[in-house]
């Protein structure tokens, strides 16, 4: 029995770059030392729950009043920091921080997390580090607006 081919990807270790082989299936690249670590991640339908790329989602609901949950997608195992800033750049929580496997995560945000804090604009900003590979931080930062 032949399985479709679903997703194949070219990981640029040192660039951070993901390329759909399906789509685009050639990949150039200069570099001075001539020497690139390239990874494939090839996907023949079997695991629809991992995701292909770093994602930050959407808060929801947005505004929010009493919790709202975000969701963030993770393509590899990874050390991850999700948290919460002001409008002034001040750190006001710590969501979630750890390793986690490659997934779909969803979170969910609660006001008793934002205890002390007044209605108003925040960020949410998603660090991640591949475990295994030498590809760049991954960061994203969605708006969220508290109404008390």
Avoid at 32 to 58: C, K, N, Q, T, W
Avoid at 88 to 103: F, H, M, P, Y
């Amino acid at each position: 029995m032949r399985t479709e081919l679903k997703r194949c990807t070219l990981i640029d270790e040192a660039s951070g770059t993901n390329v759909d082989m399906l789509k685009s299936p050639s990949y150039s690249y200069v570099s001075a030392s001539g020497v690139r670590r390239f990874r494939i991640l090839v996907d023949g339908g079997s695991d629809p729950r991992v995701p292909g790329h770093y994602r930050l989602g959407e808060a929801f609901p947005n505004p929010f009043n009493g919790s709202t949950t975000i969701t963030y997608d993770l393509p590899f195992e990874s050390l991850i920091e999700l948290k919460l800033y002001d409008v002034l750049g001040k750190q006001i929580a710590t969501v979630e921080s750890g390793s986690r496997a490659a997934g779909v995560y969803s979170t969910r945000i609660s006001s008793s997390l934002l205890n002390g804090v007044s209605s108003g604009i925040y960020f949410c900003k998603l660090s991640a580090t591949p475990i295994h590979s030498e590809s760049r931080v991954f960061q994203q930062t969605k708006k969220l607006v508290m109404i008390k």
